[in-house]
């Protein structure tokens, strides 16, 4: 067994249940685990490996992604798809993701845990609903596993094409049968649900407007028959999601996931920026999760999720990226901020959201919706997550009076050294298991491939 100590921490936001932020704290951790928590006087001063963060870093807990679309980095900014809704912007992009394969899969996938460990992110979980190709959601557990992000791996699919109604090209969508015996197969083979779990497998059918009815039952139906298997999905992100379910199923899209059985502890759903307060009252009833993505909401002009409103109704609510094609960033230090800026925008107050209330959502939040209970704030017996920011940075000048909520309202581009189960994952800014230029190189490859 091996110990580390982190000391001489200039403020230790622990997030814990007393929510407590410790002036020179330090962390001491037994291999994946925190053992204990206080100030740097309190704790030893030995360890199998010691840093000392010289009284000038915050540390806080690693954030946690709840929604993204790993491979769409390999398409940002597409001139077709720059100024469309979401509808639009998918048929733009569709063709070009017919031509995905299982090496983009591993490079795609690799450089948004890249992107998102730099950013702050120990945790998230990948909405991977499009298989071309050779492509399979093995490929995408590789690469995150190599590169040590802790990962909710989703298995996603769209069966519903065009002919029969659905948005995407009937080119791109897969046999229900086919995908319930793959979601078996990944479970069986992957999904691991121990404490500290490094990899665990969730079920996501697209969205209510390329699935039908029937394989959201019968994934609800799977994930349930084994243990800590969550579901996912898209749900009321726009406008026009709200009339397609209408014309669709005859329900707005709180009743359509009520319908199928996708209320409950168990459910996340993505954006839900139009949902019903009645159905906002349902997900806090039931428990049901959401993702809040506000920059890729703002960016297709889908609107502003009413995140105060479902805190208060007791629902569960976490960040998401969302994919680099409608947000063209995998930064969830920005996306914390600009949750931050936009739920004051919604309800014209400047007291809706603090920037605490969005460390929280970013932090414990996010832990929440993916169903983890060891992970989202420090204290003894919880996994080793956790990242620190330097405060000697321009951007930081002025902030000595509260840098805690610096970290929000100040632009926090990327963390200088983060932890994941336990392990330097980047140190003085830099990734400690892959080499950036290589990694870089390799996804411009594939993505001038993929366009060509």
């Not at 037994?30 to 740097?40: A, F, K, L, S």
């Not at 945790?123 to 590789?142: G, K, M, V, W």
């Not at 925008?345 to 060891?374: F, H, P, Q, Y």
């Amino acid at each position: 067994m091996t110990t580390l100590l982190i000391k001489n921490i200039h403020t230790l936001v622990t997030m814990d249940d007393e929510r407590r932020e410790i002036r020179r704290g330090a962390l001491l951790v037994r291999d994946n685990v925190i053992e204990q928590v206080g100030t740097t006087e309190e704790l030893p001063d030995t360890a199998d490996e010691v840093l000392d963060l010289d009284d000038r870093h915050i540390v806080l807990p690693g954030l946690v992604n709840t929604h993204h679309h790993f491979f769409q980095n390999l398409t940002r900014v597409t001139p077709a798809g720059q100024n469309g809704d979401l509808f639009q912007w998918l048929t733009a992009h569709y063709p070009l993701w017919s031509n995905l394969t299982g090496e983009g899969m591993y490079y795609s996938s690799q450089l948004a845990a890249a992107e998102l460990i730099l950013s702050g992110c120990t945790t998230a979980s990948d909405h991977h609903y499009l298989f071309p190709n050779d492509c399979t959601l093995d490929e995408q557990i590789r690469a995150v596993g190599d590169i040590g992000l802790r990962f909710h791996a989703s298995r996603g699919s769209m069966s519903v094409g065009e002919s029969n109604g659905g948005l995407p090209p009937d080119f791109l969508v897969e046999k229900e049968t086919d995908i319930l015996k793959d979601s078996q197969r990944l479970i069986e083979q992957y999904h691991n649900n121990d404490r500290y779990s490094m990899l665990r497998i969730v079920l996501a059918p697209c969205s209510p407007f390329s699935v039908s009815q029937d394989l959201m039952r019968e994934s609800a139906a799977m994930a349930r028959s084994y243990p800590g298997i969550r579901l996912h999905t898209h749900l009321a992100e726009t406008q026009g999601d709200v009339e397609y379910s209408l014309s669709k199923f005859n329900l707005i899209p709180g009743d359509y996931a009520e319908s199928v059985g996708w209320l409950g502890d168990d459910v996340w759903h993505a954006h839900c920026v139009k949902l019903s307060d009645r159905s906002i009252d349902k997900f806090g009833q039931t428990g049901t999760g959401v993702a809040h993505c506000p920059c890729s909401n703002m960016r297709l002009a889908s609107g502003i999720a009413p995140i105060r409103k479902m805190l208060n109704a007791n629902v569960p609510v976490g960040l998401g990226v969302d994919g680099a094609a409608s947000n063209d960033a995998t930064n969830l230090l920005h996306e914390a901020r600009q949750a931050f800026l936009l739920a004051r925008v919604r309800d014209e107050s400047a007291s809706v959201m603090t920037a605490r209330d969005t460390l929280e959502i970013a932090t414990r939040g996010g832990a929440k919706v993916l169903g983890r209970d060891d992970i989202g704030y420090l204290a003894p017996g919880m996994a080793a997550d956790f990242v620190a920011v330097n405060l000697d940075r321009p951007g930081y000048v002025g902030t000595q009076q509260d840098p805690v909520a610096a970290l929000i309202y100040c632009q926090t581009d990327y963390v200088d050294y983060s932890f994941i189960n336990g392990k330097k994952v980047v140190e003085q800014g830099k990734l400690t298991a892959v080499e950036m230029d290589n990694l870089i190189e390799q996804a411009n490859r594939i993505a001038i491939a993929l366009i060509t």
